[in-house]
């Protein structure tokens, strides 16, 4: 498609097991990030990679969140041992190398029960 | 947290009325952006402002770079029941943040 999807759209876990969220970039976007946004908030930053190096994760709210994009196209966002506070949309945008307008995906929406 | 203060909360307005809604922050950034988000949806992109003073439009769509670095409003004509939504307004540095929405109602 033309646009950065995500997958899944949605995600119910139990608290304590671990997630993985798939982010699909628009193709040739070199710079890739993942945002948080909880309920009525605006997106909150976690982290951003440029091709395959993550450059920022400053942030990732704990160690249990870890991100990668190894041959710099798909991007996986873990979230290990899953808490309740970890509930919230979680979005991933692209962008072109140098550009600060960043296209946002549709988000997945994590619940942590 | 968020660094930027986006205003007002909400809004209930008539179809055909203008809207205005602002955004303010204790800190310059380089670049101010727009963005509406849909129920179930990511933030799209409306506008992207490059420059202090710089005002610039898109479609019904008026958005202003404040002078001083740490601001910025973006104003929509003529209302119509597909501007309902969320709108945010993005500060870009090093890395982007967002203020809390303004979120839109349009009665027709």
């Known amino acids: 498609g033309a646009g950065v999807s995500q997958s899944p759209r949605y995600k119910v876990a139990k608290r304590g097991q671990d997630v993985a969220l798939r982010c699909d970039p628009i193709?040739?976007?070199?710079?890739l990030f993942w945002y948080q946004q909880a309920l009525g908030q605006g997106p909150e930053f976690l982290t951003y990679?440029?091709?395959?190096?993550?450059?920022?994760k400053s942030g990732l709210p704990s160690d249990r969140f870890f991100a990668e994009r190894p041959e710099g196209s798909v991007s996986t966002l873990k979230i290990q041992r899953t808490q309740q506070e970890d509930s919230a949309v979680y979005l991933c945008?692209?962008?072109?190398?140098?550009?600060?307008?960043?296209?946002f995906g549709p988000g997945t929406r994590l619940t942590v029960l | 947290g968020q660094q930027l203060n986006q205003s007002p909360q909400s809004m209930f307005i008539q179809e055909g009325e203008d809207v205005s809604m602002n955004c303010t922050s204790s800190s310059i950034f380089n670049t101010w952006l727009w963005y509406k988000q849909d129920p179930g949806e990511g933030p799209v992109l409306l506008i992207a402002l490059y420059k202090a003073g710089e005002l610039t439009s898109n479609g019904r769509l008026t958005a202003q770079f404040g002078i001083t670095r740490k601001d910025s409003f973006l104003n929509i004509s003529a209302s119509i029941p597909s501007d309902v939504g969320i709108y945010f307004c993005a500060g870009h540095n090093n890395d982007m943040r967002f203020g809390a929405g303004t979120r839109l109602t349009v009665k027709p």
């Open positions: 945008a692209s962008s072109l190398g140098g550009s600060n307008e960043q296209f």
């Open positions: 193709s040739g976007h070199v710079s």
């Open positions: 990679f440029q091709n395959e190096a993550q450059l920022d």
